[in-house]
């Protein structure tokens, strides 16, 4: 594609030739082949125009900055806001993917990866093919690549799209971040349909504050039905949430369709009647005049919340009403999410959770509660160089919650881990609880778990869900909360074994 043919799309300066032919796009100069364009992104860490220099030696024949680069060979588009341009630019440049899709974003604190997995398993039972790009992985017909984020460059997305269009596959499922809000990392994407979960405190590291957060969130269905596109959009919005009430009263172009567990709102889909068990979830889903049951086999009132939104973005796709029953009966749990741990011949259970927000948190352990155990036994910590102000909020959750908390490390990145925990103690000392073990250790406080927990506990492990590494410092490490607890289940019951058999060689004798 030549590049003149972009100049009328955005507001920019080109200093060298305007009839260069651009083959491909990156912003890692490592990924730069002859005939690419280089866009030299800002960073946290380090700054793009670093890697002009080697951009260049391989190959750039463009390059894209904010800052005007003295003796540069090739030819510079000077921009004031390369975030935004890039979008607008890929857009093009990948020939416009998202016309020919329909595209489902979830955003929310809470529940968007177990709503994609919901949604996906009713188009694949309803035999529709679809994509979805999330926090576990982006996938699409058996390709299945790294997410290094939950919602990644604008670049990665359009090439993704591109990818599936030319595939044959008309369907995305995207979960949409704050960040990839506030980023215009989706800027200009033509949504279809668009849900919001939840709003609970997080992210308070990246927005000053909750009412900033809420107005990022409201970014995505303010700009529903903005594109080219002329079909029916859709909101998708849980109204018994404070702030889906307050996002229903805003301007936009879509239809409205609240979802509730309330049988006094006035909502389009209602769960009604809900039971939950040890094996899953079951509740009267209410649309209109029809009325079904559903059995999932997630556990918790969250889950209900996620189902129904999932069966909205279903039916607003055209799947029917009774296939989208159908699908959510068969849906599969998203890894990480309640997981529970094999601990066959043991008289207790383990269970992984990504919870790593308050509300999650309270959602998880409101679940298992549900389930009657006799103790609940935590592991969990907080990620370091993200908002401080949850910790202490989430500590005193845990230990009012939980039976007995093993307060440890997460990820603690460049933050030193005592510090992390003594955040998360000042919310334990409000609570005048005393049912916690600081192990800072986090191998060490699923193994002290493991041996504490007898018949009829549950330990839930909770932060890390699906993750199998472990970031420390600016290193990852492998750690896998799933692997450990096994790896302790296993020399529980080699010594649980041993000391039946000593008991019974000492009774023989």
């Known amino acids: 594609m030549i590049l003149k043919e972009f100049l009328s799309i955005f507001e920019m300066t080109v200093i060298g030739k305007e009839n260069v032919d651009i083959l491909g796009v990156s912003y890692d100069s490592r990924k730069i082949k002859t005939g690419f364009a280089f866009f030299a992104l800002p960073g946290h860490k380090t700054d793009g125009n670093k890697y002009i220099g080697e951009a260049i030696e391989n190959g750039a024949v463009v390059i894209i900055t904010t800052e ?6 090739v030819t510079q588009i000077v921009v004031t806001d390369i975030l935004k341009f890039m979008t607008v630019f890929c857009a093009k440049f990948f020939d416009y993917p998202d016309k020919h899709l329909n595209i489902i974003a979830i955003t929310g604190t809470n529940g968007k990866t177990t709503t994609t997995y919901m949604i996906e398993s009713i188009f694949k039972r309803s035999n529709i093919d679809c994509a979805v790009m999330g926090t576990i992985d982006y996938r699409y017909k058996g390709n299945i690549l ?26 995305m499922i995207m979960e949409v971040s704050s960040h990839a809000l506030s980023l215009f990392r989706v800027y200009g994407i033509d949504f279809d349909i668009a849900i919001f979960t939840n709003l609970t405190q997080d992210h308070l590291d990246f927005h000053k504050d909750m009412k900033e957060y809420f107005k990022v969130k409201s970014l995505l269905f ?15 919005i849980n109204f018994d949430d404070k702030y889906g009430k307050k996002l229903s009263k805003l301007a936009m172009n879509a239809n409205i369709k609240l979802y509730s567990i309330d049988k006094n709102t006035n909502s389009d889909f209602k769960a009604l009647n809900i039971s939950i068990g040890k094996q899953g979830t079951s509740f009267d889903l209410v649309f209109n005049n029809l009325k079904e049951k559903v059995n999932i086999k997630h556990i918790g009132l969250h889950n209900v919340y996620n189902a129904l939104a999932s069966f909205g973005a279903a039916f607003c796709s055209g799947v029917s009403f009774e296939a989208a029953i159908d699908g959510l009966n068969n849906s599969v749990q998203a890894p990480g999410r309640l997981e529970q741990i094999d601990v066959k011949d043991l008289d207790f259970s383990v269970v992984v959770d990504y919870a790593h927000t308050d509300d ?12 009657k155990p006799k103790r609940i036994i935590t592991v969990f910590g907080c990620g370091g160089d993200r908002d401080r102000s949850k910790r202490p909020i989430m500590g005193k959750t845990v230990v009012e919650m939980s039976d007995f908390v093993f307060v440890t490390s997460d990820n603690p990145r460049t933050e030193n881990p005592n510090k992390i925990i003594l955040d998360i103690e000042v919310g334990i000392k409000k609570s005048h609880k005393d049912n916690y073990k600081v192990v800072v250790d986090r191998k060490e406080a699923i193994n002290e778990a493991v041996f504490m927990a007898s018949r009829g506990d549950i330990i839930l492990i909770a932060g890390k869900g699906h993750e199998i590494y472990q970031i420390i410092g600016t290193q990852k490490i492998h750690f896998n909360d799933i692997e450990i607890a096994k790896k302790y289940v296993v020399l529980k019951k080699q010594k649980e074994t041993v000391q039946v058999d000593n008991v019974q060689e000492e009774l023989s004798l």
């Open 68 to 73: 005007k680069q003295i003796n540069c060979t």
């Open 146 to 171: 790294e997410a290094p984020n939950t919602t990644p460059h604008s670049l990665d997305i359009y090439r993704f799209m591109r990818d599936i269009v030319n595939s044959g596959v008309k369907n």
């Open 222 to 236: 303010e700009n529903l039905g903005k594109g080219s596109k002329i079909n029916q959009k859709y909101a998708i």
């Open 360 to 371: 999650a948190l309270r959602n998880v352990l409101s679940a298992i509660k549900k389930l």
